[in-house]
Structure formats: structure tokens, C-alpha cells
């Protein structure tokens, strides 16, 4: 759901985060050690994408403090050191994955995509309520078996509710979750979200907003 790319390169680091965003996740950059240990003390990733060359702070020690304090931040290194000794040094350190560069990026959207599954947030194969069902790895919903054309915004916001399995879900949750950082929380992004969502998932009303507390479905 939400990913933090750390990578020195500001250019590679966009570009991975333009494609990670099209794929449906909310993602913040950032460029050195010291800033990827500062946004990972303040929000709740499920992975982040760690270059092993940062400046300031290594991205090992980065790895080190994820894994000293037990976060449940998964962690994909992305580095050019990927020969044998550096993989294996890299998932000593703590790494769940380790992708080498240069890289194909769907390799990359995928092997997030298992990271988020595997985390201590796991996330099922499928989810189910209320006649919608969600195959959450093919990326696909339906609604009474009517197709459900989704932007990746709304399928993750889509995602979030089931899981909650009928529980209400905050809009501050879905902010932290389903949006980037840059996002304004006074913008009303996540009422024109549901907005859209619940349009689209048409009559009748599944999602039901709980005044002062949030939505559920």
C-alpha cells in the first residue's frame, strides 16, 4: 500500500516512484539515509526500497535500525552491488529481497507486491463482502459479478475497507495509508475518493460514512 524510495539518484528515484505509483501504491522519496530514517520514524510503510549507497546515513544502518527496533517495514534493497556476496550481505543485514541494478521494472512492482503480502499486515489473495470481490494480485473487483473499472487510487481505498471486514475505517487512516505524504489532509481528497468509489460501485449504497469517525463498508 504505501512505499518509501530511498535512492540517492533523484532522477531513478522519480522514475521509480512515477511507476510504483501507476501500479496503485502511494510512495515518498527521499535521497539520503538520514531523511529515510526520519519519514520511517513518522509513518507506517509496508515496504521501502532502499538503495545501499546513500549518503549521510549508509542504507545499511538504515536496514540495521528498521531491524534493531522490529518495524514491520519490509525491505527491498535496490542497489548496482549484486553479486553474490553483496546479496547475501545485504539480506544478512536484515533485507527481505535484494534486486540488482539495472532492473526490469515489473520484476520491481512485483516483488513489492509479494513484500506487502508477507508483511505483518498481510494481505489475502482475495477479500470478499457484500458481493464485492477483490483479487488483490491480479488487481481486479467486481460487484455482483459486474466488472469494476477502478482508477488504482480507489481499488486501494476499495482494499482498505474490505480488510476492515466491516470495522470503520478513519479518514486519517485512509490518508496515511492510500496517499503520499505531499498530500494536503484539508484538500478533501479522501471524501472525493469515495465519492467517485461509491458511484462506480453503484445501488444500492455499500459504503456508509459514520459521522465524526469515518467509513465502512
Known sequence: ??????????????????????AGFAVDTVYSGDAALAYLGLHDYDVVVLDRDLPRVHGDDVARALVARTARTRILMLTASASTEDRVEGLDLGADDYLGKPFEFPELVSRVRALRRRSSRPVPPALERAGVVMDTVRRTAARDGRALDLS??????????????????????????????????????????????????????????????????
Do not use: N
Not at 530511498?6 to 512515477?18: F, H, I, Y
Not at 482494499?159 to 494536503?184: C, F, K, M, N, P
Open 1 to 22: 500500500m504505501r512505499v518509501l524510495v530511498a535512492e540517492d539518484e533523484e532522477v531513478l528515484a522519480e522514475l521509480v516512484a512515477t511507476g510504483l505509483r501507476r
Open 152 to 217: 488504482p487510487k480507489e481499488f486501494s481505498v476499495l482494499q482498505i475497507l474490505l480488510e476492515a471486514d466491516g470495522a470503520t475505517v478513519s479518514a486519517e487512516e485512509l490518508l496515511e495509508r492510500a496517499w503520499d505524504v505531499h498530500t494536503d489532509p484539508f484538500t478533501g481528497a479522501v471524501r472525493v475518493c469515495m465519492s467517485k468509489l461509491r458511484g462506480k460501485l453503484g445501488e444500492p449504497a455499500l459504503i456508509r460514512t459514520v459521522q465524526g469517525v469515518g467509513y465502512a463498508l
